[in-house]
């Protein structure tokens, strides 16, 4: 997945093109309340503090990605590693990013607010990558009496007819697909699993009808997305499927050793 030498076609941003959708505004105010403070993680990671309203190292808050043009999205390299974080080391920072742990990931499993958080940053990127998307809600009882809460997702993931061309020629085939590796991995990981599902499910479609559409993307590339929403999650989508059988076969000869007759 390496980056090609088009210089993507971002003209015209400064005169309003390129930012937030309406439909990235209306998630935002329908998805926006106030997080509680941290019940069963003394010391939160600084990607549940992130979430919970706080800022990255930089001093930048999720408030302030939402609002970032398409073309500083595009061009800054230090911001998707705190919007969707994994379990692996980036190899781009110089300054180590947040990554994912066991205490991490259970906190956004838990915590339906801090995946509205991330589902806010997922609908400005497919804002960027040029797809649409649908807001889907429903009522959840919760286990305190006459306590109920509003739950979110984001549904009907697809290509948006007038944005996405556009968009492609400029994200397709590039360090993005990196980008979209990494978001598959982190939803997954965080409890989004029906926003994992659907984002590749969308993408799997451009890559099966080629012919549909102006940029085409490469069979390595799909390979890895493909790993990220398919494979057990304890295995990093860069493993070789001969390397993730091995530690897989490792991880449960562990777990049989460990087992109490």
Not at 63 to 83: K, M, P, V
């Amino acid at each position: 997945m390496s980056e090609n030498n088009d210089t993507p076609d971002l003209a015209g941003q400064e005169h309003g093109h390129g930012r937030p959708s309406k439909s990235m505004a209306l998630l935002a105010s329908q998805l926006s309340e106030s997080i509680p403070p941290p019940t069963h993680l003394t010391q939160p990671s600084p990607i549940v503090e992130f979430y919970r309203g706080g800022c990255d190292s930089q001093g930048r808050s999720l408030a302030d990605f939402l609002q970032w043009s398409d073309a500083r999205l595009e061009y800054t390299h230090d911001y998707i590693q705190i919007l969707f974080p994994i379990p692996e080391k980036s190899n781009f920072m110089l300054d180590p990013a947040p990554t994912l742990d066991n205490l991490t990931m259970e906190a956004f499993r838990n915590d339906h607010q801090l995946r509205a958080g991330m589902r806010k940053a997922l609908a400005r990127m497919l804002d960027f990558f040029g797809f649409s998307y649908e807001i889907t809600s429903h009522k959840v009882e919760t286990t305190l009496a006459n306590d109920e809460s509003d739950h979110q997702w984001l549904s009907g993931i697809l290509p948006d007819r007038t944005r996405f061309p556009r968009a492609a020629r400029n994200w397709m085939n590039s360090h993005n697909d990196l980008r979209i590796t990494r978001i598959i991995r982190c939803l997954r990981c965080c409890g989004l699993s029906i926003e994992a599902d659907g984002f590749y499910n969308a993408l799997r479609a451009i890559y099966v009808n080629r012919a549909a559409y102006p940029s085409k993307i490469r069979d390595r590339t799909f390979m890895y997305w493909t790993r990220a929403a398919q494979r057990d999650l304890s295995i990093p989508p860069n493993l070789s499927d001969a390397e993730a059988d091995e530690l897989l076969a490792t991880h449960n000869t562990s777990e049989q050793n460990t087992t109490i007759p």
